[in-house]
């Protein structure tokens, strides 16, 4: 016959094509005894992890049970059995069991379990691609209709509700399209197709009882002339006890016992049972087939391998493929389960954009730091209204509920059945088990749409990755205080203790909420501490509440967050947004409400593991050019070798790993404690049994530009792929207030916070010296000072705390673990912070010294009249005038000091002050901004007539530190013809006039003319 040769040439072809399976399943198919398959093939499409018990897919919120259907393998068993005197054509399928005295052609198969007395031909391998299984489209719902015992009648197509057929009733269908709610038929019930071709949607199941009929109205007619979906799943019947599984559950189609079908069948997200004696002419699709004994199924006409209608005109690519290992497919996501997705249009001018962050990134580049507005944003690189209208046009259309827009034009939120999205995007969804038990949805083909408008990434299809927030472990009270870490990473006593992120906002992402009363009790268990004003009260907002799906840990890792913000920028506004992922595993939604936020960001932390998404890095773009700092702990389980880093892929964000923070004893205890100058000791790579800091190569991730000139030979980094982390911070022995009570955590998620609130001082330092506050994307510039290390211009040893205990980080997280060695490390990064870092990044050029100076010194030379002669002397003093306006007075030379005679030399060191003449404070004073001008004074002590007169013939004033070089102020060497002939700079006298230039020298400019 002409269909044997079709199906024993394309089982010889390769890759199998759908119209050569008489019966095809996604998972499993299992006849009984004395079945026979005649003339078509049977095939098995996705392979199962032997070894996994096959079970119940785990409830969504708000959803009834997902289940598998009554064919699921047991575990061990093969994937598709032959009962005893079975005969079938080729087989294909992942692993195969043959029964006692079965008869089967050629199998195509991974494992193959048999008995001496079977028949078989040649056996293969299984093959690579399997083809997709058909789609079940069906929407809408009619009346009811109702055939009573013995009726005859006929329908035309159209819409109808439930069918129910009695006691050998019979209905003809004419030639169309129809949609049923379900069809349920008793004992000898018949339905008949007219010539022209008749196809039948269902939107449940199909029940028909013993020797009912769902045939062609002639023998000899062809399958392919009666096409039936089914888009309904199996469903359970609930046990009485919550803690038990279901024991049963009625798959969405039964053939009855000595039943007949002629047609196509397809159900995709259920079970077909054929029972005993049940007969089969066409083809049937499932996701599992069971067949009790004596089944009869004949192969006629096959599913079209391009069926019109099962695809939109955008083909989407990147969602479909079997993991490796292979993972538990759990069974069809019901259709009634509510699935949120995130829809992401692409950036006009993708190269544009990444051009520009590089360019504002780049601390040595002219238009560093030159933000954008998130309006400008929108304009120059969001999608268009247009197209962002379309998208939403689509959505309404398709029958999504809109859950969220964004000011970007980027990403629409929407929330959907599952049968509205498989019919909006071609596809059926499935449920597969992670290797931690928990469960994802996922797509059994590539999804496409009728949609013009390019789509760059549809997320909640496929989230393998396994949602973490990254806190460790809590414990007893005695950690690390708020006042200990600012004293351990700024100095004790340092001016830089005045920072507080005052004028800052920084964002926090999580997945669940902290109790409220929790934020105000950490703040109160702070103790006041000498030389540090006391703490403001907490400055915490929750801005965007999801609902969320929190993981274990969650509430701490945000209780955590907040609090290590709080403790390092005590005055910095916290805004904290609770993302959910649902059932799926991405943060599209909460990462664009982040980069939109109506109160912009100036920083956003994240300690949280979740899936990576193209959707989600353009949220992150967004916020590197609006000058948002975006800082991701590195994670807990140490090297993940080759495993999938999730969101640690996100381009414009640094990733923070952790150390364990060592310090100097308290000179007192609190409540009052007394702290050593210096409190910092040392810093150990954080890792012990079974944690350690996150860190390693990201394999397939191009290493960015800023790590090319990095040498990796001693830390074993790749040259070619991404190294991470960047920076570290204390991730152990940290103190929050966790449910009314102190106590004690570790993490990286410590360290991540930590760096957000140490960069919230960074900006306010940046805001106070005429900057915008704001530092964006900081890996450029931190590699940058990172590469000085060891030059005659280090700024890495005065930014940096280089971590070099050659700690591993090889905890069993799938990598052997990188050691921590001197510079950049794949343990550590390039360290942790000093406070010199923040006079680094909070200059406008964070690339030449900025460190501040503490000490002024002046070089004087006396001219042809002395200074201090007469009958009670005179003295000197120094005007020293600051950026700001300010000034500070200093005296060179008191009047019962020795005189400084003719020719004389005279070096004078002094401390820098404090505060100004008028009480205001002096702002740090560094190489690159110092000294704004200098005048001299001489100050009469003696009577009018034996005023003193004072010749300076050089003066040279400079700015140092101790054991550092001068930097030059002034370099004045006189050539001025004085007023009593000499040669100097200045004559000063009691006024001005012949004898001098008066009590005070002009004020000598610093900068250009200042002779340095």
């Not at 969405?252 to 259920?270: R, T």
């Not at 150990?684 to 800023?706: E, H, L, Q, R, S």
């Not at 960074?762 to 530092?775: D, R, S």
């Not at 500070?888 to 401390?911: M, Y």
């Amino acid at each position: 016959m002409p269909e044997v040769k079709r199906a024993d040439a394309r089982a010889s072809e390769g890759a199998p094509k759908i119209d050569q399976f008489l019966l095809y399943a996604e998972r499993s198919i299992k006849l009984g005894h004395d079945c026979h398959a005649l003339e078509g093939d049977l095939g098995i499409r996705t392979p199962l992890e032997t070894s996994s018990a096959a079970g119940t897919a785990p409830a969504s919120a708000g959803t009834a049970q997902a289940i598998a259907g009554t064919a699921q393998p047991i575990a061990g068993r093969p994937q598709l059995i032959v009962g005893r005197h079975s005969r079938c054509r080729n087989l294909f399928s992942p692993s195969t069991a043959l029964e006692m005295y079965s008869e089967v052609r050629d199998v195509w198969t991974g494992s193959l379990e048999r008995v001496q007395d079977i028949g078989i031909g040649a056996e293969h391998a299984f093959p690579e691609n399997m083809p997709e299984l058909p789609l079940a489209i069906a929407s809408g719902r009619g009346t009811d209709t109702t055939l009573n015992r013995y009726e005859q009648t006929s329908l035309g197509p159209g819409t109808y509700g439930n069918l129910t057929m009695l006691y050998e009733s019979e209905l003809w269908l004419a030639a169309g399209a129809y949609v049923f709610s379900s069809i349920s038929m008793d004992e000898h019930a018949r339905l008949f197709a007219l010539p022209g071709g008749v196809s039948v949607g269902i939107l449940g199941g199909l029940w028909t009882d013993r020797s009912a009929k769902i045939v062609l109205h002639r023998e000899d007619a062809k399958a392919d002339q009666f096409s039936i979906s089914v888009a309904g799943s199996d469903s359970w019947e609930k046990s009485p006890d919550p803690k038990l599984q279901p024991t049963s559950s009625r798959p969405v189609v039964v053939i009855g016992e000595e039943a007949h079908l002629h047609a196509l069948l397809a159900a995709p997200h259920g079970t077909v049972q054929l029972r005993r004696g049940a007969r089969l002419k066409g083809a049937m699709a499932a996701f599992d087939i069971a067949a009790e004994d004596n089944v009869h199924a004949e192969f006629q006409s096959g599913f079209p391998v391009q069926p019109a209608g099962q695809q939109g005109s955008q083909q989407l690519s990147g969602y479909f493929g079997v993991p490796t290992p292979p993972l538990p497919l759990l069974g069809p996501v019901p259709q009634d389960t509510q699935i949120s997705l995130a829809i992401g249009l692409p950036v006009r001018n993708p190269s544009g954009l990444n051009s520009q962050i590089g360019q504002i990134s780049d601390p040595k580049n002219a238009n560093f730091r030159q933000f954008i507005s998130q309006a400008d944003f929108k304009n120059t690189y969001g999608a268009t209204d247009a197209d962002y209208q379309a998208l939403q046009n689509w959505a309404d259309a398709s029958g999504f509920t809109t859950v969220a827009t964004y000011s970007n034009n980027l990403l629409l939120s929407v929330q959907a059945s599952a049968a509205i999205i498989e019919q909006a995007l071609f596809v059926n969804l499935v449920f597969r088990q992670r290797q931690d038990g928990s469960s994802y949805v996922t797509v059994d083909r590539n999804p496409s749409l009728n949609l013009s408008v390019p789509i760059l990434e549809i997320n909640g299809l496929n989230d393998y990755v396994v949602l973490r927030p990254l806190a460790n472990s809590t414990g007893a009270s005695g950690s690390f205080s708020a006042a200990d870490l600012r004293n351990a990473y700024l100095g004790v006593g340092s001016p830089l203790q005045s920072l507080d992120g005052t004028g800052q906002v920084v964002g926090i992402v999580d997945f669940a909420t902290f109790t409220a009363s929790d934020i105000p009790g950490y703040a109160a268990l702070q103790f006041p501490v000498e030389g540090q004003p006391p703490l403001p009260a907490p400055n915490v907002t929750i801005v965007a509440r999801e609902g969320g799906n929190p993981t274990s840990g969650s509430t701490t890792e945000a209780t955590l967050d907040v609090d290590m913000v709080y403790a390092m920028a005590p005055a910095a506004q916290i805004l904290f947004f609770q993302g959910s992922s649902g059932i799926t595993g991405h943060l599209d939604d909460i990462l664009h409400a982040m980069a939109t936020s109506s109160t912009p960001l100036t920083l956003a932390s994240c300690s949280l593991g979740f899936g990576y998404s193209d959707n989600a890095n353009q949220a992150l773009g967004e916020m590197a050019i609006t000058g948002v700092t975006f800082f991701t702990a590195s994670g807990d389980s140490g090297d993940i070798g080759t495993n999938d880093p999730g969101n640690l892929k996100f381009v414009n964000q640094t990733l923070v790993g952790g150390t364990f923070l060592n310090t100097n004893s308290l000179i007192s205890p609190p409540p009052s404690p007394v702290y050593p100058n210096p409190y910092y000791s040392s810093e150990n790579t954080w890792t012990g049994k079974g944690f350690a800091t996150g860190g390693g190569i990201m394999n397939g991730v191009n290493i960015p530009d800023y790590q090319v000139g990095v040498s990796m030979a001693t830390n074993g980094g790749s040259t070619q792929f991404r190294n991470y982390p960047d920076v570290a911070m204390v991730a152990a022995n940290a103190e929050i207030f966790f449910q009314g009570a102190p106590g004690s955590i570790g993490g990286t998620s410590v360290a991540a916070p930590l760096w957000a609130g140490f960069m919230a001082l960074v900006n306010q330092f940046n805001q106070q010296n005429g900057g915008a506050g704001k530092a964006g994307f900081i890996n450029p510039t931190l590699y940058d000072i990172g590469l000085t290390r060891g030059t005659a211009d280090d700024l890495y040893s005065v930014c940096f705390h280089d971590i070099a205990d050659n700690g591993n980080n090889g905890v069993g997280g799938g990598g052997n673990g990188f050691n921590a060695v001197a510079g950049y490390d794949l343990c550590t990064g390039w360290g942790t912070p000093q406070a010199g870092l923040i006079n680094q990044l909070g200059s406008p050029t964070p690339l030449t010294p900025n460190q501040p100076l503490s000490l002024i010194r002046f070089v004087i030379t006396t001219g042809a009249d002395d200074a201090g002669g007469g009958l009670h002397g005179s003295s000197q003093t120094a005007d020293c005038f600051v950026p700001g306006g300010g000034v500070f007075t200093l005296t060179l030379r008191t009047s019962s000091d020795a005189k400084w005679d003719n020719g004389s030399t005279h070096e004078v060191d002094f401390p820098i002050p404090a505060t100004d003449n008028n009480g205001n404070p002096v702002p740090m004073l560094t190489e690159t901004k110092g000294l704004t001008g200098v005048r001299i004074n001489l100050v009469q002590h003696n009577p009018d007539w034996s005023a003193d007169n004072w010749d300076i013939a050089n003066l040279q004033v400079s700015l140092f530190n101790p054991g550092s070089p001068q930097v030059c102020q002034l370099n004045l060497i006189g050539t001025s013809v004085l007023q009593d002939g000499s040669i100097g700079l200045v004559r000063l006298s009691k006024s001005a006039g012949s004898s001098g230039n008066g009590p005070s020298s002009p004020i000598f400019s610093t900068g250009p003319g200042s002779g340095c």
